[in-house]
């Protein structure tokens, strides 16, 4: 039987972390409408209210159901506006191991949200799902998603050389694709200590999220 994370919400000073519904269908297509998210990750582009549809109603409930990950939409907590996404994936439950990939709305960059999701999705991972190892890849040019794995801790294990691709725009204006080396970082239960939900001010796009 494939094991699966529990239908839960993650509560921390700022932020609820929980599963999307279709209210947040708007948000979602404005979110991932920017100019950042399509620069760095491979969401479709333009990205509709029609995908951010199928990602809400169809592909974020199987990445749980089918034991691969766990989506949760970020939003303020005080508001319940949308401020981002946090996504576990490629997990392996053998080695109670897996992936983070996250974004932040363009509105809400600066405020230290990306850090404070992804670090309270790693204490619930390491203290209640009692796993092992988290990881996280960026992209070689990507600083701020390598600050934001920084200061929640995460340590650098090395390079994967043209291990994938970035947009940019092309001498015509348009969206092409180029190659980049990936950055991998881990982070382990005893790599926490002393850590605080607070404790990052950047915001940053962890390489490649696989929206479709």
């Given at each position: 039987m494939t094991s699966t994370f529990p239908d839960i919400s993650i509560?921390?000073?700022?932020?609820?972390?929980?599963a999307y519904d279709e209210e947040d269908i708007p948000a979602l297509a404005e979110m991932m409408?920017?100019?950042?998210?399509?620069?760095?990750?491979?969401?479709?582009?333009?990205?509709?209210e029609a995908e951010a549809r199928a990602w809400v109603t169809g592909t974020a409930p199987a990445v749980r159901a089918d034991g691969s990950g766990i989506v949760f939409a970020v939003s303020e907590?005080?508001?319940?506006?949308?401020?981002?996404t946090v996504r576990l994936r490629n997990t392996d439950w053998t080695v109670r191991s897996t992936e983070v990939r996250y974004l932040t709305a363009h509105w809400a960059r600066?405020?230290?949200?990306?850090?404070?999701?992804?670090?309270?999705?790693?204490?619930?991972?390491?203290q209640d799902q009692k796993f092992e190892r988290l990881e996280m890849r960026t992209a070689a040019d990507n600083t701020a998603a390598q600050q934001v794995a920084q200061k929640i801790g995460c340590?650098?294990?090395?390079?994967?050389?043209?291990?994938?691709?970035?947009?940019?725009?092309?001498?015509?204006?348009?969206?092409?694709?180029?190659?980049?080396?990936?950055?991998?970082?881990?982070?382990?239960?005893?790599?926490?200590?002393?850590?605080?939900?607070?404790?990052?001010?950047?915001?940053?796009?962890?390489?490649?999220?696989?929206?479709?």
């Open positions: 509560s921390t000073e700022r932020l609820s972390l929980r409408s920017d100019e950042m998210v399509t620069a760095w990750s491979d969401a479709p582009h333009p990205y509709t907590f005080l508001t319940q506006r949308l401020v981002g600066g405020e230290g949200y990306a850090s404070e999701a992804v670090l309270a999705t790693a204490q619930w991972l390491f340590i650098s294990e090395g390079v994967l050389r043209g291990a994938g691709l970035v947009r940019c725009y092309d001498e015509n204006g348009g969206w092409t694709r180029g190659r980049t080396d990936l950055i991998v970082w881990s982070l382990l239960p005893e790599d926490l200590d002393g850590m605080s939900l607070r404790g990052a001010d950047e915001d940053g796009f962890a390489a490649y999220p696989d929206w479709r």
